[in-house]
């Protein structure tokens, strides 16, 4: 996660995510969600933290997040700390990512990297022999070469059809219809565009107001 936050362009801590940017030495530029789980106390360092507070019970510390990214310009989100929590946050983190990934890039990082592309012609950061997969969210028309086992214009639907399988040289996927997770277990180089931001969460917490600062 550290090397994602010095690459990022802004900072994001939703809500508890903030006990993890201390404990990583991370600064960051907003704090978003209910405000109940801040560091205590509250570093030094941290004097020009913004925090939007959202109470809405009825969506996610990340959802909220994510519209302070969008409100902020960034093209590409990080998000850290999404599957870190009990199994029913890391389900809503994944159904909110699914949902708003069409608005921009998203990567997931924890155990390796996701990457949810959508439409269009991928080439995939890949050495030959690496090992990747593919799960579709939910449901994906794709064609895969330069792949052990590729596919050519087939329906992926969510399953073991795209786990594990490994680079024959130079891979490019392309996504006719629908959205697919690239998983990879180790951080590839991507190009990063401008306002990329990244966010880290502890928890999903359920927080009916627009976020407003504190």
């Not at 392309?174 to 590839?188: I, L, S």
């Amino acid at each position: 996660m550290a090397r994602f936050a010095r690459e990022a362009d802004i900072i994001l801590c939703a809500d508890g995510g903030a006990r993890h940017a201390k404990t990583l030495g991370i600064v960051p530029d907003f704090v978003v969600g209910d405000m109940d789980s801040l560091p205590r106390p509250r570093p030094r360092s941290w004097a020009n933290v913004v925090y939007w507070r959202d109470i809405d019970v009825n969506r996610s510390d990340l959802d909220k997040a994510l519209d302070v990214a969008a409100q902020i310009g960034a093209s590409r989100v990080f998000v850290a700390g999404a599957l870190g929590g009990g199994l029913d946050h890391e389900l809503v983190n994944l159904s909110v990512l699914e949902r708003r990934g069409g608005e921009r890039e998203m990567i997931v990082i924890g155990g390796g990297v996701a990457r949810l592309l959508g439409p269009g012609r991928h080439a995939l950061p890949l050495k030959k022999g690496e090992r990747f997969s593919l799960l579709s969210a939910p449901a994906a028309r794709v064609t895969l070469t330069g792949a052990r086992h590729g596919l050519k214009g087939e329906r992926l639907l969510r399953g073991s059809r795209g786990l594990g399988n490994r680079s024959s040289g130079r891979t490019v996927l392309a996504v006719g219809q629908g959205r697919v997770w690239f998983v990879t277990a180790v951080p590839q180089a991507l190009t990063r565009p401008r306002r990329a931001a990244i966010v880290s969460l502890r928890r999903t917490k359920h927080a009916h107001h627009r976020p407003r600062q504190i």
